[in-house]
């Protein structure tokens, strides 16, 4: 039964896709093309939308998003495979019947220009997924006992920092260090910064930390 309902799913999304000229189809597939390479925040199904309109093409709400989400996941699969055209419109063809020959063409010839930027995209979001640093706080203490980095009666730093995980959870984590430590550790962060901000300029990424 499931496995017929998502049959089912991806028939009414390649009916929904059907309806769209040539045209139409490849605007839809570079704004989601676009976003996959990091070069947008997101997919703006209204603007699709809007731009459907005003070509005399009314998409009703649940049918748009159906068309972008069965894009999105088509090309970061195929992204994540490293797939060439000629495997993307084969495993189409194998998913369903109903694909025309023209919709079948604009899908091969912009992954054909854009699947290489996808896969090398999903490589940098790949090794950026550790953990996404979204605060920091710092707080200096006097140390009443004595451990590896802490010595009777001196100032240690207690650092607290909340990070995303892939998953999307926010945890906390907290790390107790000597000032020097400390100094060294602020540095190491400013450095990276400099270096992440030169390195990812052009790229839609955030910059992450790693301790």
């Known amino acids: 039964m499931r496995a017929s309902e998502e049959a089912c799913g991806i028939g009414n999304s390649v009916d929904n896709i059907c309806r769209l000229s040539p045209d139409l189809l490849a605007e839809a597939c570079l704004h989601i093309l676009i976003y996959l390479q990091g070069q947008g925040r997101g997919v703006d199904s209204a603007e699709i939308s809007d731009r459907f309109q005003s070509a005399g093409v009314r998409v009703e709400h649940e049918a748009l998003q159906s068309i972008i989400r069965f894009l999105l996941l088509t090309f970061r699969s195929a992204g ?3 797939i060439s055209g000629d495997e993307l419109v084969s495993r189409l063809e194998d998913g369903s019947s109903k694909w025309p020959k023209a919709s079948l063409q604009v899908l091969h010839r912009l992954w054909t220009e854009h699947g290489a930027s996808v896969h090398a995209q999903q490589d940098v979001q790949a090794i950026l997924s550790i953990g996404q640093l979204v605060d920091m706080q710092w707080k200096l203490s006097m ?6 980095c802490r010595s009777l ?3 240690y730093v207690c650092l607290l920092l909340k990070v995303v995980e892939p998953s999307g959870h926010i945890c906390q984590r907290s790390f107790e260090m000597t000032i ?6 602020i540095h190491c962060i400013n450095l990276n910064v ?3 901000a030169s390195f990812i300029t052009g790229w839609n990424c955030e910059i992450f930390f790693f301790f």
């Open 153 to 155: 009666n001196s100032p």
């Open 194 to 196: 400099v270096l992440l």
């Open 80 to 82: 994540k495979s490293n």
């Open 143 to 148: 140390a009443v006992s004595s451990d590896t």
């Open 180 to 185: 020097p430590q400390f100094q060294v550790r």
